[in-house]
């Protein structure tokens, strides 16, 4: 009897590691946020704002905004974020991009970005644009420099509240959806 206890328990064992190895193995997948997502968007965002690199989120705003969104999830839960959100008729602005620092170099950004501009293609936009202080990232994509003073007065209603404003040393690029043939 107690025999059979002990390798009952063993096997008990054996499944727990076999579950815990299959779960910390997870490949990352990249899906649209959902609202139990919020809280870890706000953490991987709120890890750059803190540094003054991007302008920090409130989860209202992240709630009011959930279907911009697409995360990339790996065992340890949210790695990366990027949101589109459409601003004009044939505009939207890819927005809220944040890779956490372990998962860096390793094309999540790439590919949240092609994401954003798939999901903008899809309903029509024509244009997307950034404004960024990593310019460089994007123009690997295809995104041009312009003048900040080129977008839309409509876009600089959430530079207020930036830590930056006015001097604010961010870049603004662009991408035009049609020439790429997306
Ligand atoms: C910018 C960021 C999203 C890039 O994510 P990532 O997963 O590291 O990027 P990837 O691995 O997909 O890199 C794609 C390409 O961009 C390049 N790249 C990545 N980060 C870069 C950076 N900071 N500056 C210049 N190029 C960069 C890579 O070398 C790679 O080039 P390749 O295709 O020629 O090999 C990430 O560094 C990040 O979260 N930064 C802090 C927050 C931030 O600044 N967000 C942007 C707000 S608009």
């Known amino acids: 009897m107690r025999v059979r206890q002990r390798v009952g328990a063993q096997l008990e064992i054996a499944g727990a590691l076999a579950a815990v190895l299959e779960w910390s193995a997870m490949e990352p997948t990249l899906r649209r946020a959902r609202t139990g997502d919020a809280v870890e968007i706000q953490r991987l965002i709120k890890a750059y704002a803190d540094r003054g690199q991007m302008l920090a989120r409130s989860l209202s705003e992240i709630y009011d905004n959930l279907r911009d969104f697409f995360v990339v999830e790996d065992a340890a839960g949210l790695l990366g974020c990027a949101a589109c959100h459409v601003t004009w008729e044939d505009l939207a602005e890819v927005k809220c991009m944040a890779v956490r620092a ?4 390793q094309g999540w950004g790439r590919k949240l970005l092609e994401a954003c501009i798939e999901d903008a293609a899809s ?3 024509n244009r997307a644009f950034v404004l960024t202080y990593v310019p460089e990232f994007f123009e690997r994509r295809g995104f041009q420099r312009i003048e900040k003073s080129d977008l839309p007065q409509k876009i600089w209603s959430e ?3 930036c830590v ?4 604010c040393g961010e870049i603004a690029l662009t991408f035009d959806l049609q020439d790429a043939g997306q």
């Open 159 to 161: 530079c207020v509240r």
């Open 102 to 105: 372990d998962r860096q170099g």
């Open 164 to 167: 930056h404003f006015p001097d």
């Open 123 to 125: 309903i029509g936009v």
